[in-house]
């Protein structure tokens, strides 16, 4: 299994950070996510995901800290969240830390509705845009 | 919103952005920069602005009537945006032209959303995001999105064009305060 590192960019489209780390189990996404190709972008991390939790088996810590991402991408990140709580069903050791910009009520109703649509627990985590 | 009312709108003065083509990705990813950086000096309120537009601007993309080849050999869904600067709001509007057969379904569909409170609402994208992409239905989600970000109901007309077709009109009121 090889670790997964994407630098992220705001050009045209929108490319979210990734640092998928197996050997730590720490996974974070950050940035802005608006793609030409949301499936083709989030499929290997799907893939990624499904293979740790089913073969590396160790902790796994799921960092977000997307301030923007489309309705498209939203389905991706629900899959990611829901390998994740059937990996914690399974008993797996999960924490899901998701850092968002205070201000932006729209992000917070996000998170709220990832934990209703998945039934998993996420650590919301506010920050201030303008001083962090 | 009767078409004639949402016309007046257009046709009077506060247009501070419109295009009429085909909404390829390279048109979405230069007007939704150009927006992001400088409708206004409030950044925030620009990315509201910017949220809207992708989401809407993407049904215009994938379920407009008339499709255009562009450069890239996409088949991208032609259609019109057109954005108003008004004391209290900016007014966000896109057209294109649909199947005839389609307008009854679409005036349910945003019939639907503005019948939701935000509970409800939130609900309702949560089960359309369930669905698989592609599937029936879930062209609403990028409705649903716009009306949560905009807080403000949609506003919708359709203009007879033939028998066949119709012009389908929605625009959303994004607040500045």
Known sequence: MENISIEGSHTNFFVPSVDFNFETGICILSGESFLEDTIEFYDPLVQWLEEYTSEIKKP???EIKLTYFNT????????LLNIL?????DGGEVTVNWHYDEDDIDMEEDIEDYMLDTGLEINMIPFDEDTD | MESQSLFTRVTGKNVLMSFTGPFDTE???IFGKNIENS?????????????VFIELAQNVSYYSLEKEMTKKGEHAGVGTFIIQDFKDYYYFILGNPI???HEAILRDKCSKINSFDREGLRAYKRE??????GERGTGNIGLVQATLVSRNPLDYSFIELNDKEAFYIVAVKINKN
Request: no cysteine; charged share 35%.
């Open chain 1, 60 to 62: 796994i810590t799921f």
């Open chain 1, 72 to 79: 498209s991408t939203s389905r991706s990140i629900l899959d």
């Open chain 1, 85 to 89: 709580k059937e990996y914690e069903d």
């Open chain 2, 27 to 29: 048109v979405l990813s």
């Open chain 2, 39 to 51: 409708i206004s000096k409030n950044l925030k309120l620009n990315k509201t602005i910017f949220k």
């Open chain 2, 99 to 101: 199947d005839e057969k």
């Open chain 2, 128 to 133: 359309l995001r369930k669905l698989p992409p």
